[in-house]
């Protein structure tokens, strides 16, 4: 979070990080302009129950960002969570994003370079969705 503070202080942007468990924490409904999941692979019933707030946690035209890796993921061996459940799908995202226009919705292989643990190719999927 401080390299992120960092990077939008250093670009003139404004940024608001919160460091939370997610379980417990509440999104306030209508509350956000952004929300960014990068890598976040929680456990389903938690996953599901997080898109759902983040859903209604976006103002009117708020933006969703999320990239995270697929099931293909497993067969590359580059990185990531080594238990399928907690990957995802484009389906799966639909889903559970339901109720945002999206905008890019994509799985894709990509090189990623994240770090001494996740570097080469990468089965991901992409989502930038916006609420209505």
Same mark, same amino acid.
């Given at each position: 979070?401080?390299?992120?503070?960092?990077?939008?202080?250093?670009?003139?942007?404004?940024?608001?990080?919160?460091?939370?468990?997610?379980?417990?924490?509440?999104?306030?409904?209508?509350?956000?302009?952004?929300?960014?999941?990068?890598?976040?692979?929680?456990?389903?019933?938690?996953?599901?129950?997080?898109?759902?707030?983040?859903?209604?946690?976006?103002?009117?035209?708020?933006?969703? !960002?999320?990239?995270?890796?697929?099931?293909?993921?497993?067969?590359?061996?580059?990185?990531?969570?080594?238990?399928?459940?907690?990957?995802?799908?484009?389906?799966?995202?639909?889903?559970?994003?339901?109720?945002?226009?999206? !905008?890019?919705?994509?799985? !894709?292989?990509?090189?990623?370079?994240?770090?001494?643990?996740?570097?080469?190719?990468?089965?991901?999927?992409? !989502?930038?969705?916006?609420?209505?």
């Amino acid at each position: 979070m401080a390299k992120a503070l960092r990077l939008a202080e250093a670009s003139g942007v404004v940024i608001e990080t919160v460091p939370a468990d997610l379980d417990p924490y509440r999104i306030i409904p209508g509350a956000w302009a952004g929300i960014v999941a990068t890598f976040a692979h929680l456990p389903p019933p938690l996953r599901r129950k997080v898109h759902a707030t983040v859903v209604q946690g976006l103002k009117p035209g708020g933006v969703f !960002i999320l990239e995270a890796y697929t099931p293909a993921q497993l067969a590359l061996g580059t990185g990531g969570p080594k238990v399928p459940e907690l990957l995802m799908t484009l389906d799966s995202l639909r889903d559970e994003l339901s109720g945002l226009e999206f !905008i890019v919705a994509r799985e !894709i292989e990509r090189d990623l370079t994240e770090g001494s643990f996740h570097q080469g190719r990468g089965a991901v999927v992409q !989502i930038l969705a916006c609420r209505p």
